[in-house]
């Protein structure tokens, strides 16, 4: 076989790295303010952050740079729902989360108070649970690391934080109380009694 004209410069496949589920300190890297997606009336603030410390910082830095594609995309991301102003029930709720989130800010970044100017929250410290999330996307099955909810610096670097479960997708129907429904013409016998 003739050795093919561009396989020394070729860049092959690595393996993908995943992050761990824990608790991380992350940091603000960039904000945007994103306008309502189709069939949306909300905007979004798209906080980009990566891992600020211990074993896994600049996590998100090093799986950018090692994407090889035209379309990269940076997957360290928290998307928080701007409230609508129009006194709905689920924009109380809205309101309730971003204000937490904005507490949440204040708390591990000492002096810092926020003034409604997002380009303020680059550089600023909150704590992550991550968890893993099950996922089901053109043929393709696995499981992703997913910041399921954010807490204080403090919290993550005393280790005093409990992680959430890990999120699976909804294949079978359960009763209120949990048990799944089976049919009653299954034929296999039952691992119990």
């Known amino acids: 076989m003739q050795p093919l004209k ?3 410069q070729t860049e092959a496949y690595t393996e993908f ?3 761990p589920a824990g608790g991380y300190v992350l ?3 960039h904000v945007e303010i ?3 997606y189709s069939g949306d009336r909300c905007r979004r603030m798209l906080i980009s952050f990566d891992i600020a ?5 600049d996590f998100y830095k090093q799986q950018y740079a090692g994407q090889t594609g035209e379309d990269k995309k940076w997957k360290g991301v928290y998307r928080l729902t701007i409230p609508n102003d129009d006194g709905s029930e689920d924009d109380n709720k809205r309101y309730r989360r971003f204000k937490t989130f904005m507490n949440l800010i204040e708390d591990c970044n000492a002096g810092y108070h926020w003034a409604w ?3 303020t929250l680059k550089g600023k410290l909150f704590g992550g649970l991550f968890n893993n999330k099950e996922y089901d996307y053109q043929g393709r099955h696995g499981f992703f690391t997913n910041l399921a909810r954010t807490t204080t610096v403090e919290k993550i670097r005393s280790g005093e934080f409990e992680l959430p479960e890990d999120q699976y997708l909804k294949t079978q129907q359960a009763d209120i109380n949990g048990f799944v429904n089976l049919p009653d013409d299954i034929d296999e ?3 119990f009694k």
């Open 6 to 8: 561009n396989y020394e």
């Open 34 to 36: 994103t306008e309502p």
């Open 53 to 57: 410390e211990g074993d896994h910082a």
């Open 189 to 191: 016998e039952l691992p």
């Open 117 to 119: 100017m997002e380009e």
């Open 17 to 19: 790295q995943r992050l």
């Open 27 to 29: 940091k603000i890297l």
